[in-house]
């Protein structure tokens, strides 16, 4: 509810509220990627989101703090999001928020698997020969620590990296590069320029080179909120690392 209630005030002119929620599987490198303590396992992921005018990232680093609130007076206690906190972590879940200023926010909550709930799991784990290349991987991403750690995982999968935080840097890279990109991986909501934009301006100087946006957003609010086109190749974050090395070879040999 105080979730919702936050959607609301951040949508002042109206807007859209949507709530969704899925079976996921976290493993140790998606929590070290976040810096917290690992407890990969099964979780239920709810997500939710609205198209409000979305959360500054200073401001992100502070908004589960008591007392905390960039309300006006009278308009909020700052006890919303510090209780929702609360309760997530009773609880043994964990609770992210993926946001930038304009384009809305998404809370996502992770709480433990129920062990008596019936699960149904994959086929099991895809050899990893065959989830590695040797193609040169462009990611673009503005979360210094999921970069360097997807830089590291895909290099151990056998392929060229280059690296950008920006799409105002992912062009520099490509101006000054001189052999072939074979795929672009990169954040969609990005400042300044996002993901779509920097694949607008990088795409000429690469025809050949395939795409694969990724967002913490959920597919339905990227696509249905015209960020990006209805059937583009794209992974929500979190992902397993091998998921990605799947996604990235049905793309290469689409």
Known sequence: ???????????????????????????????????????????????????????????????????????????????????????????QGFIWVYSEPGHGSTFKIYLPKNEKTEWIKGKGRTPIEKLSGSETILIVEDDDRLRKLLRITLEKYGYKVLDAGNGEEAIEICNSYDGIIQLMITDVVMPKMNGKEAVDRIQPLYPKMKVIFMSGYTDDAISHHGVLEPGLNFIEKPFKHEQLALKIREVLCE
């Open 1 to 91: 509810m105080n979730l919702a209630v936050n959607s609301r005030d951040a949508m002042p002119n109206g807007g859209k509220l949507t709530i969704e929620t899925k079976n996921v599987e976290l493993d140790k490198n998606y929590f070290r990627s976040q810096g917290v303590e690992e407890q990969p396992g099964l979780y239920v992921m709810m997500a939710v989101k609205d198209t409000g005018i979305g959360i500054d990232k200073e401001i992100q680093q502070r908004i589960f703090e008591p007392f905390y609130t960039t309300k006006g007076i009278n308009k909020g206690t700052g006890l919303g999001l510090s209780t929702v906190y609360g309760i997530i972590k009773q609880n």
